[in-house]
């Protein structure tokens, strides 16, 4: 009996560690075979000269609307960084401009689902136009071929809440930033007020923002006759949007 027993333990033990070594043998293929699916779904290209020439203003924001899709549902490309740097090394051909808020959170290119080489990106706060925003954006459409101009402002925009609030920003020693909140008091004189005048007013206070987009729109065809007529030809868009900072949701307007 008890050399029954030996024996029948002595055979367990085998069992035990072959089926141990077996199931250690096969993890690595399976991490290999992860490995490789997550490689395969990795955007390695940028935009080509062809890709950019091929596209509309129309397409080319049905494809932000997508992108902004996949922000909104954690969805966004996985990309090789690395490997879109080298490639841009050659040139760069963005399909649009975008000009929005300094504030940190609002990421460009995240919120468009986008990687290196697809867009040109200016920011000042409140997004508003200058001389020198209006001939970066020139550079982007009648030199660099991109099809579209985006004016993206965003709820909860400070320097909008500031100009509401009539922060006097000159007295703080900013003459600076006084003179940018000049620049979007007039979007806030044009909005109808409903409820108080002020930036708590939230429903107020996103009008502005709205409106505020729409007036550097304005702004920037009086100030960029070149974009104008591109505009006119159909070669280009100018637009603006707002970006929803709870949401992820980017509106496009009809100006």
Do not use: W
């Not at 075979?33 to 091929?54: C, F, G, P, R």
């Amino acid at each position: 009996m008890r050399k029954l027993f030996l024996a029948l333990t002595t055979l367990f033990t085998v069992i035990l560690f072959t089926s141990c070594g077996e199931t250690k043998k096969q993890e690595p293929a399976t991490q290999n075979t992860q490995k490789e699916l997550i490689e395969e779904n990795v955007v390695e290209s940028i935009l080509t000269a062809e890709e950019q020439a091929e596209m509309t203003p129309q397409e080319i924001i049905g494809r932000l609307k997508k992108g902004n899709e996949n922000f909104m549902n954690n969805n966004l490309t996985q990309r090789d960084h690395s490997a879109q740097r080298r490639k841009a090394m050659i040139g760069q051909f963005p399909k649009a401009i975008v000009l929005s808020c300094v504030d940190s959170r609002v990421p460009v290119e995240d919120v468009f689902d986008l990687g290196i080489g697809d867009i040109f990106v200016a920011r000042v706060a409140g997004n508003i136009e200058n001389e020198d925003i209006v001939g970066s954006m020139e550079f982007a459409t009648a030199v660099a071929g991109s099809k579209l101009v985006i004016v993206m402002g965003h709820t909860a925009c400070g320097a909008v809440k500031s100009t509401i609030d009539k922060v006097d920003a000159e007295a703080l020693g900013m003459r600076s930033l006084a003179n940018l909140m000049d620049e979007i008091e007039p979007a806030v004189v044009e909005t109808a007020l409903e409820g108080e005048r002020s930036s708590k007013n939230t429903t107020f206070t996103n009008s502005v923002i709205t409106n505020n987009a729409m007036r550097t729109v304005k702004n920037i065809r009086e100030a960029s006759p070149t974009m104008a007529k591109m505009e006119d030809e159909g070669k280009i868009m100018i637009i603006s949007a707002v970006y929803d900072m709870e949401s992820g949701e980017v509106k496009f307007n009809n100006d």
